[in-house]
């Protein structure tokens, strides 16, 4: 491809504009200056402009939300009900990377990057997912311990989960849990499995990102360190 054409495609600028930004003597392909049209790229090169390496993938746009509770995380609800859409400004079309029950708070991403979301979501790439749950009642480690053992409901099987802390306040038990599967309610189902329904589910984690200085309801763009840390599950 052409130089001019990969730096509109990148989003840089028109190609008129990117080929008189070649001609400034402003780009660089592979450590090297071009400042004369005519090169060819290809996927690999690295091409700088001013010194920031372009990336094709430019016209990709992540997110990460702190999805308050009471929100769906679906793009259009024909009830009027309010989605994750409406809590977030995005120059381009987007749309959650798996799903959180309406009442589940906590980490989403947001993409328009199908690729991705599709390899975040299937099975064979058993991304961590890590749950803060609560549940009624004084639970042990011991009375928990079925869930890191895989565990059946109403005829679907979940696979082993991970348990982190767990602490007991006021009645209530508080957990960790880690799964790498994104069945339908599947935290719920597997605590139902025991006998213990759910009070709150809360996402902490997501393929290692996690939601320092995000308040319920905040967001933000996801830096390019952690974009290239995701498409490792490409
Ligand atoms: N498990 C659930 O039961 N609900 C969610 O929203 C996410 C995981």
New binding site residues.
């Given amino acids: 491809m052409r130089l001019q054409k990969y730096m509109a495609h990148a989003g840089l600028a028109s190609r008129r504009k990117s080929e008189e930004i070649i001609l400034e003597g402003r780009v660089k392909v592979n450590g090297q200056v071009v400042a004369s049209l005519g090169t060819k790229v290809e996927e690999g090169d690295r091409v700088e402009v001013d010194g920031k390496v372009l990336n094709l993938d430019e016209g990709f746009v992540y997110y990460i939300l702190n999805k308050p509770q009471g929100v769906l995380s679906t793009v259009r609800d024909d009830r009027g009900r309010k989605t994750v859409l409406d809590l977030l400004d995005s120059p381009k079309r987007i749309y959650p990377v798996g ?3 309406m009442d ?1 708070s906590g980490l989403l991403l947001l993409t328009n990057d199908g690729a991705l979301t599709n390899a975040l979501i299937h099975p064979s790439k058993e991304v961590d997912k890590t ?1 803060k749950v609560t549940v009624q009642g004084s639970l042990s480690r011991e009375d928990l311990s079925p869930l890191e053992k895989g565990i059946s409901y109403q005829g679907v099987y979940y696979h082993p989960g991970r348990l982190g802390r767990i602490q007991v306040k006021r009645g209530k038990t508080l957990f960790q849990l880690t799964i790498h599967e994104g069945k339908n ?5 597997m605590c139902l499995a025991l006998g213990y329904p759910i009070q709150a ?1 809360h ?1 902490e984690s997501f393929a290692g990102l996690d939601l320092k200085g995000l308040g319920p309801g905040d967001y933000r763009p996801l830096r390019p360190e952690e974009v290239e840390k995701l498409k490792e599950y490409q």
């Fill in positions: 799903r959180l029950d589940t749950y309610h599947q935290v719920k189902n589910l996402r």
